[in-house]
């Protein structure tokens, strides 16, 4: 997985809780991300992070919050959860963003909110 | 908007068999096409990436082609082994947006013995 390790891997937690989601990376790579998988849909893009500090949105950004104050940690907080908020989700890290460039992604945090 | 549409969305094949698998998208102006392999609680990993200029791409038993008119892609598998059961997922990128890739929902292949 190319480096890229999160934290936790399985996750329960109850409607109105806080979580947070922790992506670690060793490649030293710019640019990270964070996906959720869904059945029934592609994996959609949550935020990403172009440098420490630097973040902006995704496709699916509501109701998530990112930080990245390291190059190799990124991190996705729900601030309250909700049942609709859970999935699979994956970071993934790129050297560019000029195409054509290679996204690795991490092992995914599988997250049940009940 | 852009759409990335595989077909199909399941597949079962004996091991030893070929397949392959369809990807339509209208994702424009296109940039490049990716195939990822997804094991079941994994993350994807990349198999092949193709630009334009690109019609055949192959990574072992596995070759993708690209007709960037018709803007279709086929990933075939040769000689399909058990390990091969995964989900299979194209993903086209818009040439003017660095960070947006276009995730096809993935074809789900079970490679029986």
């Known amino acids: 997985d190319a480096g890229i390790t999160q934290s936790p891997r399985h996750k329960v937690t109850e409607t109105g809780t806080p979580v947070t989601l922790r992506c670690h990376q060793t490649?030293?790579?710019?640019?990270m991300y964070w996906y959720r998988q869904d059945p029934g849909h592609g994996l959609r893009l949550i935020h990403y992070?172009?440098?420490?500090?630097?973040?902006d949105k995704g496709e699916v950004s509501d109701g998530y919050s990112v930080s990245r104050s390291k190059t190799e940690d990124f991190l996705l907080t729900l601030e309250s959860a909700t049942s609709s908020q859970t999935s699979v989700y994956f970071c993934a890290i790129s050297e560019s963003q000029i195409h054509p460039y290679e996204q690795y992604f991490g092992p995914g945090t599988r997250l049940t909110v009940t | 908007k852009n759409q990335v549409e595989q077909s199909p969305q399941s597949l079962i094949i004996l091991e030893g068999k070929n397949c392959t698998l369809q990807c339509n998208y209208t994702v424009s102006p296109f940039s490049n096409l990716r195939w990822y392999k997804q094991d079941t609680g994994r993350g994807p990993v990349s198999l092949t990436i193709?630009?334009?200029?690109?019609n055949t791409k192959s990574n072992g038993r596995y070759t993708a082609t690209l007709d960037a008119d018709t803007k279709q892609s086929s990933l075939h598998i040769t000689a399909s082994q058990l390990s091969d059961s995964a989900s299979y997922i194209c993903v086209v990128s818009e040439r003017n947006s660095g960070y947006a890739l276009n995730f096809g929902k993935g074809t789900s292949l079970l490679v029986t013995p």
């Open positions: 193709m630009t334009f200029s690109e």
């Open positions: 490649e030293n790579h710019r640019y």
């Open positions: 992070s172009y440098g420490v500090k630097d973040t």
